[in-house]
């Protein structure tokens, strides 16, 4: 019996998909296989739950309650950090990484508002 719970639980942390935070709800979004961006091959396409496409850049934006964060940012070991106003700021992430795993460990942390992903809107022409 014991065997059977573990291979479950173990299942469904394998199967589980990726996810960010918006408004204090959990999104989950799944990758969408072979498909990229045609502008720009950095940008991933995902589906969220609600059946929404999103593309999403290999970028963070973040914005602090305080003014310097920087140093809340070099503790997850964030280099690439851009200020865009005295709060918020553009975490570029090397390819390899997690951007949802980056994601939620900011999302939780005290000193930060909101860490989202950078989501890239297409343009429509009316």
């Given at each position: 019996m014991r065997k059977v719970v573990m291979l479950l639980v173990l299942?469904?942390?394998?199967?589980?998909?990726?996810?960010y935070y918006e408004y204090g709800k959990k999104v989950e979004v799944t990758k969408v296989k072979g498909q990229r961006s045609l502008g720009d091959a950095s940008i991933e396409q995902y589906t969220t739950s609600s059946g929404k496409k999103v593309?999403?850049?290999?970028?963070?934006?973040?914005?602090?309650?305080q003014a310097d964060c920087v140093s809340t940012l070099n503790k997850y070991n964030l280099t690439n950090i851009t200020n865009?106003?005295?709060?918020?700021?553009?975490?570029?992430?090397?390819?390899?990484?997690?951007?949802?795993?980056?994601?939620?460990?900011?999302?939780?942390?005290?000193?930060?508002?909101f860490a989202n992903p950078n989501f890239v809107k297409t343009r429509t022409k009316r």
């Amino acid at each position: 019996m014991r065997k059977v719970v573990m291979l479950l639980v173990l299942g469904l942390v394998l199967c589980a998909n990726d996810f960010y935070y918006e408004y204090g709800k959990k999104v989950e979004v799944t990758k969408v296989k072979g498909q990229r961006s045609l502008g720009d091959a950095s940008i991933e396409q995902y589906t969220t739950s609600s059946g929404k496409k999103v593309g999403i850049k290999n970028e963070i934006i973040v914005k602090c309650k305080q003014a310097d964060c920087v140093s809340t940012l070099n503790k997850y070991n964030l280099t690439n950090i851009t200020n865009l106003t005295d709060t918020v700021f553009l975490v570029k992430l090397v390819n390899d990484e997690n951007i949802f795993e980056i994601v939620q460990k900011l999302y939780l942390d005290e000193n930060i508002e909101f860490a989202n992903p950078n989501f890239v809107k297409t343009r429509t022409k009316r």
